[in-house]
């Protein structure tokens, strides 16, 4: 269990799956508690444990919060570290809470 608000806590949480899963994830799902400032946090702390060319879901992001995280992760896409995809899916389904950010890893 972690606190996804807290990056000490991510930290020990991946540490602790080490000894079962020694190598970087292909893929991670944030299914947190959709939170700016926790998804955020858990963004920053997980994804060094993501393997280049890896997946990073973020998954029932509000539409409210789609221009905050373009400005978040301009710094990440500016610098080559990831490639990412925002699908609106409040079309598909009528709610604006139901919303994807699909995030690669890129690098070595």
Known sequence: MLNQMDKDSIVSFFKSLAP?????????????????????????????????????IIEDMPDKYFSSYKDFFKKYIDRGDIEIEYKNMANKTGDSYNNLIIIRKLGK
């Open 20 to 56: 079962e899963y020694p190598d970087k994830f292909d893929i991670m799902i944030d299914d947190g508690c959709h939170i700016y400032g926790a998804t955020i946090c858990l963004f920053e702390s997980a994804i060094q444990y993501l393997r280049p060319n890896g997946i990073y």
